[in-house]
């Protein structure tokens, strides 16, 4: 028995007593017979970024046999916009490494993540979890390295829900209950994601919570723990799955959308990333900021605007990028400041090891080995962001940095110390794009760069650029000011964006 797999809140991982990356088809037959589980639901994400379903209720061995090894057919012109009717097959095949035991159905069922394959058995190049694996791969050939991230998961609960402990306007920030009225249901949220195999960081009560008639609004966070790209993806798309099943079992409403009305913090999805060659995590050389975290940082300053393309992809997204709204607005980075585009948070350097011997005076401690835990944190991308595209897109710009000859030098002129909302360099900065429209303009002057070794496919560009295009909201902000009756038309129908 693997001693470190005996918490893990996975059952399948307790019961195989091996880690999901190396379940294999022979180790879920056999979990599925010995709990006597006859329903396996395959999903797999759509152009829509939104998880799908499909349900198979096992009829025996042979045929789950089956299932596992070839997969299933799928309407892949029902599922992706690009695919003509006339030859829409697809097939979806199962990842065995993804499967865990739905928490929520009475009936005992396994899910299984798939990927994409078309008519010859190739993986379906503009599939979003195929276009993050291209990505992996070329950033690995090209650099000799590889990546991990990790995603910031925000989200607002309106309920009716009232206390004789009321929270304080904006002022939610790690508060506890009773003042938080949803801890409750954001720790059963932590607890089920970590059944189906997330791995989690923390939880806490966020910045945004306001009352506005007879609702009441309040905001939260999961946070999760550095791995490699595709689990983030899979992990965070889990995630929103088990929030939105807890919300429509406790009849409440809960949203990811990137804003719930003016003047309040909106919900982002941060992406934390660090570097790694031969396993060890080299954003820091000798505890100071290396030079290719450094190039990376330029890198993906210099495609920050395009990438909204793929983080930002709905009018009331640029709603939410204005000032004092704890969302950049300009393109720059900074050690430890939140109102930059690229942050450096704290990474536990510079002999801070001690603090925990300050804490417990007297006390004999062990130090843990953890090895350095440096990240830089990209801000502008929300709720509504397609999560495969972006952190592919993220992937492309790092490798674009440290590849870039004048990076260093870049990243040096767009460093700012400062709070940009309240002192601006003289030399001012460059601004995000404040419409989807904008966004497709950069998007299409930048397209080369995503494009390059076919990671993102012409089509898929195309199709970016179009339906950010479609919603037309040139100067959109400007327009609605001060119609609030207008702002919340808009955010109503964005509600519930991926």
Known sequence: MNASLTLNPNSLVRYLNKPAVEFNKEDLIRYMEAHEIRMLNFRYVAEDGR????????????????????????????LFSFMEAGSSDLYVVPR?????????????????LCSFYDHTGKALESAPENILKKAINYFRSSTGMDMKFLGELEYYINSERTSIFPATDQKGYHESEPFAKFEFMRKEALKLIAQCGGQIKYGHAEVGNFVSEDEAFEQ?????????PEFAADQMLIAKWVLRMLAEQLQVEISFAPKITVGKAGNGLHFHMLVE??????????????????????GILDMADALTAFGNTIPTSYLRLVPHQEAPTNICWGDRNRSALVRVPLGWTGGVE???????????????????????????????????????GLIMAAEHGINMPNALE?????????????????NGLEQLPTSCYESADRLKAKRHLFEVNNVFPERVINHTIKKLQSFEDHNLSEKL??????????VLEYIHCQ
């Open 354 to 392: 001690k603090m925990i011997f300050d804490a417990n005076p007297g006390i004999e401690i062990s130090p843990a080995n953890t090895g350095s835990k440096q990240t830089v944190e990209f801000r502008v991308p929300d709720g509504s962001a397609n999560i495969h595209l972006t952190i592919a």
């Open 51 to 78: 998880l799908k379903t499909l349900n198979f209720v096992v009829s025996g061995r042979d045929h789950l046999d089956a299932i596992l090894s070839s997969g299933e057919r799928v309407d892949g012109s029902s």
């Open 277 to 298: 060659k031969n396993g060890q995590n080299i954003m820091l050389e000798n505890d100071v900021l290396s030079d290719t975290s450094k190039r990376v940082i330029a």
């Open 410 to 426: 870049n990243a040096a002129k767009l460093y700012v110390s400062v709070n940009i909302f309240k002192e601006m360099p003289k």
């Open 220 to 228: 939260h966070e999961i946070e999760f723990s550095p791995t490699d």
């Open 96 to 112: 065995y490494r993804t499967a865990f035991l739905n928490p929520f159905t009475e009936e005992p069922s396994l899910e299984i």
């Open 481 to 490: 000011y001060g119609n609030n009756e207008a702002i919340r038309e808009l």
